[in-house]
T-cell receptor
Framework: DGGITQSPKYLFRKEGQNVTLSCEQN?????MYWYRQDPGQGLRLIYY???????QKGDIAEGYSVSREKKESFPLTVTSAQKNPTAFYLC???????????????FGSGTRLTVV | KQEVTQIPAALSVPEGENLVLNCSFT??????LQWFRQDPGKGLTSLLL?????REQTSGRLNASLDKSSGRSTLYIAASQPGDSATYLC??????????FGRGTSLIVHP
């Protein structure tokens, strides 16, 4: 079955460490997204990518970095510059615009990151 | 910039009630609107997608309507069950590559 796989499900980071969250999709989707979700808050966009080797900052990109070397993969690195990284992280994907109005967004199951 | 509002923010009802969740959006130039469900600690699961040319979409006990011109969508849940307890989010999709989500309606259905 096609879908998005996020790993790991739980991740613990020590102070000053960089950690990388994985997001892989086999849906042949063009665009991929990273969101952060905090308790009681909505989804906040960190980064997004429309095509391979291209990505744009979202609303809260500071302290995060991404790469898009392959269409199916969009890893997110939480750097030591991110002072409050404890949150739930969600990855999503979709086909590019212009492919019809019957395509929506697909989400992964999320990664919970905790600073220890 | 698209703005999405969901009302009510929270809802607690006894089992068996028919429910109405509302979603309003400011830019009516959309391709479709998607309703999601999110259980605690989980990702978003797509429930229904209504294309801009459609007025309604149904799946089991769920029915979603879309009035694009007025910037509104409604999710009806018939005969609610405790298993329906979750947060429900809507996402209108327009010309921008950036999806916009409402903050959701948190639903609790108690036995």
């Amino acid at each position: 079955d096609g879908g998005i796989t996020q790993s790991p499900k739980y991740l613990f980071r020590k102070e000053g460490q960089n950690v990388t969250l994985s997001c892989e999709q086999n849906l042949n989707h063009d665009a991929m997204y990273w969101y952060r979700q905090d308790p009681g808050q909505g989804l906040r966009l960190i980064y997004y990518s429309q095509i391979v080797n291209d990505f744009q900052k979202g609303d809260i990109a500071e302290g995060y970095s991404v790469s898009r070397e392959k269409k199916e993969s969009f890893p997110l690195t939480v750097t030591s510059a991110q002072k409050n990284p404890t949150a739930f992280y969600l990855c999503a994907s979709t086909l590019r615009q212009g492919t019809g109005s019957n395509y929506g967004y697909t989400f992964g199951s999320g990664t919970r990151l905790t600073v220890v | 910039k698209q703005e999405v509002t969901q009302i009510p923010a929270a809802l607690s009802v006894p089992e068996g009630e028919n429910l109405v969740l509302n979603c309003s959006f400011t830019d009516s130039a959309i391709y479709n609107l998607q309703w999601f469900r999110q259980d605690p600690g989980k990702g978003l699961t797509s429930l229904l997608l209504i294309q801009s040319s459609q007025r309604e979409q149904t799946s089991g006990r769920l029915n979603a309507s879309l009035d694009k011109s007025s910037g509104r969508s409604t999710l009806y849940i018939a005969a609610s069950q405790p298993g329906d307890s979750a947060t429900y989010l809507c996402a209108p999709r327009g010309g921008s590559y950036i999806p916009t989500f409402g903050r959701g309606t948190s639903l609790i259905v108690h036995p």
